[in-house]
């Protein structure tokens, strides 16, 4: 693994890393990771639709729920695609370039979705949209442990997914009470950050070296087939594609807090702001506690921590589909399923980059990402369906199915997982 050594400027301590190192812990995020991690949180805090689009779909363009979740998950496979291919692309041209060429795509899609009218048009809009916000993730992910040893490595996720989750939680309160006024103005405050964090990704990053190159002796179709080879090592992993669909399980379940529930909550009598308040809560609760959680974490087994997580994901899920009464029982069933995803979301990194060969760590967490992307492209589709066809209570209890098939994936696979990537328990 190459190693870049980073000295952070003057300038990023100004504007914010100095802030953010009195939360982060010092031995496993000196340096680069702590800008890596600043920057995501910016950059998340700019992503004011993603939660907002089903009520979007339905109040502005008047879809049925079905139909929006159609949409969404239009939006889900141009997510799918674009992780895979910014995976394969940071190892071959560097992370800081491709997040470069992801972050003005976001800018320029977000500004074009409000003046979209024909739907087809409109379904390009949410492809692209989608595409370019998922696709930061690998290029960040593999960043952020890049000058990481292993061993802290599930503190550095924990990390990454607190910083994204202190931007989630600013996302969801602003934006519930911009969608409240306006929906188009979510999409050109969208754009305006996405050019926010793209700057700061030009003058704070380094620039990270070519780490894959593909030979360009011989014939075309030679250099065609090279680079698919490169592009589907961590596809060919028969391990990680097992452990990775517990992942596509997850996010089949979780895609429903941003699609289907403003939906249902919408069914319930609740306006746009309350739905806001609720996902905030999820991201306040993930960034007061995720810290904490990274630590507790890291002293156990993380394949154990990973059939947790989801167990506890099924009990959340399959509560909200009987607690719904008022708003404190939903509040109480996000608090739920906010400690599964709070255990998830830095160990399924973790074991994705102990999993990948040398030099293909991005190609591997790109396929975690992928997983996501698919789970968050059928997962809206068929909530929608679902949600509008046999009702609230189906949904959430599907949706605590999926959490419960992903536990049992885990549990069996825990053995061969630990086998493989030889890690302790603390």
């Not at 996720?157 to 607190?162: L, M």
């Not at 939680?169 to 950050?193: K, M, P």
């Not at 255990?343 to 980059?353: E, M, S, T």
Request: hydrophobic share 55%; net charge positive; charged share 10%.
């Amino acid at each position: 693994m190459t190693m870049v050594m980073f000295r952070p400027s003057v300038r990023a301590e100004v504007i914010g890393v100095r802030f953010l190192r009195l939360f982060l812990p010092s031995r496993s995020l000196a340096g680069e990771p702590v800008i890596v991690v600043f920057l995501e949180t910016v950059l998340s805090a700019t992503k004011l639709t993603t939660p907002f689009f089903s009520l979007y779909l339905v109040q502005e363009h008047g879809f049925s729920y079905a139909v929006a979740g159609l949409f969404i998950a239009v939006s889900g496979i141009g997510g799918l695609v674009a992780v895979m291919a910014a995976g394969a692309a940071a190892d071959r041209y560097g992370e800081k370039s491709v997040l470069v060429a992801l972050l003005l795509g976001a800018a320029v899609s977000a500004t074009a979705i409000p003046h979209l009218a024909n739907p087809i048009a409109l379904m390009v809009g949410f492809f692209l949209i989608g595409g370019f916000v998922r696709a930061v993730q690998p290029p960040f992910s593999a960043l952020v442990v890049r000058s990481v040893p292993i061993r802290l490595w599930t503190e550095a996720y924990s990390a990454e997914y607190w910083g994204i989750n202190v931007g989630f939680a600013f996302t969801a309160l602003v934006g519930g009470l911009i969608a409240t006024r306006s929906f188009d103005w979510l999409f050109y405050l969208e754009a305006i950050g996405s050019m926010i964090a793209l700057t700061l990704v030009i003058t704070m990053l380094p620039s990270t070296p070519h780490t894959e190159r593909v030979p360009r002796v011989g014939s075309h179709w030679l250099r065609v087939k090279n680079s698919l080879a490169a592009m589907s090592i961590a596809t060919r992993d028969r391990l990680a594609l097992a452990l990775v669909s517990s992942t596509f399980l997850f996010a089949l379940c979780f895609s429903q807090m941003t699609s289907t529930l403003p939906l249902d909550m919408e069914s319930l009598g609740y306006k746009a702001d309350q739905y806001g308040y609720v996902i905030f809560w999820n991201g306040i609760l993930l960034a007061v506690f995720q810290l904490a959680a990274g630590r507790v974490i890291a002293r156990h087994r993380t394949t154990q921590m990973m059939v947790l997580s989801t167990a506890i994901l099924t009990l959340g899920f399959g509560l909200l589909a009987f607690l719904s009464g008022s708003f404190l029982l939903i509040v109480l069933c996000i608090s739920v399923w906010t400690i599964g995803e709070m255990i998830d979301a830095p160990v399924r990194n973790v074991v994705a980059g102990a999993l990948a060969k040398p030099g293909s760590r991005a190609r591997y967490l790109g396929l975690v990402s992928a997983a996501l992307a698919l789970g968050y492209c059928v997962g809206p589709l068929i909530g929608g369906w679902v949600l509008q066809n046999a009702g609230r209570e189906a949904l959430w209890l599907g949706a605590a199915g999926c959490a419960l098939l992903a536990t049992l994936i885990r549990w069996v696979l825990q053995p061969r997982v630990d086998q493989r990537i030889g890690m302790p328990a603390g």
